[in-house]
């Protein structure tokens, strides 16, 4: 049987009536070696291309069409920009365009790589069991190659066992890596089960080393850190701004497009009185004070709210960022703030905070969002008392279909 690629849908797979072909373009002929179904799609993660489409481009990564993740980079950068602006037109309805990011490899800042007793890497592509060996990974750079054939070596030289995904027995279950793009720290988080670890740093180049455990059955690459050798942060830059990172604290993962990202929130935000409703750990709050805005920030996550207090002292703005540990419904009144920055979790906003911000909400918004559907519902309800006044895409994640949104919203 051969099929042909019909159209990209929107999570950028090839599609041929009911099948769901990934690292493929239009105009494609392809032959399945390997499917299968989920509902009512048939996946093809393995198949011999008949006829290849003249637009392909060479693959840098040496284990694309495996992997998982990018799944676009068989696609010439200047179409990947193209497929996302029709994506968003799409699903929001209008035209919005999407700025290239300023790196398309080395731009990942971290990467979570999975040990099993049949491989060190990333998941293969529509499965949580099948893992690769990683012998490079070009989107982050030269670092995990290396790091990961000195984690073979610490594995070896004490008979370290990896961490089996079904039965749940072994030690080691992830390493994870991550670099400030702009300052050269590098950090490794070694992230097992339970149990003693020996003493990683001899094999690791690194500014910082983690022991974190997960003592759960979820495969999560989130542990809780036990011991550290070294820094016990290492620092990113954002323009004339400096964030601490944490083995579990959440950052940007493209420091570069990050860049233009907080610059464009500084341009949106109107006004002297800030709240920054989804603050974590104060990336746009301490951008925004540095620049002489009075920010606060908002915080569900305790530790997040501590690193940005952190991070605002680094800067010598904490009396311009202040942070607290709360939920939207602990804001008795929008209208007492100039503009308020949200920048939600995928699942958007919860419906009951979409309706006090249209009945109490302020002049001004500036909504971030990585997933245009729930944008796109919580924009819905928000035009009922706000204008789109100016949206921009920006490729945060190369070589992927995802797109990141930041708009301007003004109280009709």
Not at 180 to 198: D, H, I, Q, R, Y
Not at 232 to 242: F, K, M, P
Not at 298 to 303: D, G, H, Q, R
Not at 385 to 407: C, K, N, Q, W
Request: glycine residues 8%; charged residues 25%; aromatic residues 12%.
């Amino acid at each position: 049987m051969e099929l042909r690629i019909e159209q990209l849908d929107d999570e950028g797979l090839g599609v041929s009536g009911r099948h769901r072909i990934p690292y493929t373009l239009p105009g494609e002929v392809v032959r399945p070696l390997r499917s299968f179904r989920r509902k009512r799609l048939i996946y093809v993660p393995e198949f011999k291309l008949v006829s290849p489409s003249p637009n392909r481009v060479a693959p840098k990564c040496p284990h694309y069409g495996v992997c998982g993740g990018c799944r676009l980079q068989h696609m010439n950068y200047s179409d990947q920009i193209r497929f996302k602006e029709e994506k968003l037109a799409r699903i929001l309805g209008f035209s919005v365009s999407v700025i290239p990011s300023p790196k398309i490899f080395g731009h990942r800042n971290r990467i979570d790589i999975v040990i099993t007793p049949k491989g060190i890497g990333f998941r293969q592509f529509g499965s949580w069991w099948r893992v690769f060996d990683l012998n490079d990974c070009p989107v982050f750079g030269p670092r995990a190659g290396k790091a990961v054939a000195a984690l073979r070596e610490f594995i070896s030289d004490y008979s370290l066992q990896p961490y089996d995904l079904k039965t749940h027995e072994g030690v080691l279950r992830y390493i994870v890596l991550r670099e400030g793009k702009n300052t050269g720290e590098f950090m490794v988080n070694l992230v097992t089960a339970e149990g003693e670890l020996p003493d990683p740093t001899p094999y690791f180049s690194a500014h910082s080393v983690y022991h974190s455990v997960n003592s759960t059955l979820s495969d999560v690459s989130y542990g809780d850190p036990v011991r550290f050798w070294g820094k016990e942060y290492i620092t990113e830059r954002l323009n004339d701004v400096q964030y601490l990172i944490h083995p579990n604290s959440f950052f940007q993962t493209n420091t570069y497009q990050a860049e233009n990202l907080v610059r464009f929130v500084a341009e949106y935000v109107d006004g002297e009185n800030i709240l920054d409703l989804y603050s974590g750990v104060g990336t746009f709050s301490v951008y925004l004070a540095k620049r002489g805005f009075a920010v606060s920030g908002i915080e569900i996550n305790p530790f997040s709210v501590d690193l940005a207090r952190k991070n605002a002292e680094l800067n010598g703005v904490s009396d311009r960022a202040t942070f607290v540990v709360g939920k939207d419904s602990d804001v008795s009144d929008f209208r007492d703030y100039d503009t308020v920055i949200l920048d939600p979790p995928r699942a958007g906003l919860h419906p009951k905070l979409a309706q006090r911000l249209v009945e109490r909400g302020p002049d001004t918004i500036v909504y971030v969002s990585c997933n245009p559907r729930t944008y796109k519902r919580d924009l819905d309800v928000l035009s009922s008392a706000y204008r789109l006044e100016e949206i921009r895409g920006l490729d945060m994640f190369p070589h992927t279909p995802h797109v990141e949104l930041v708009s301007l919203l003004r109280r009709y």
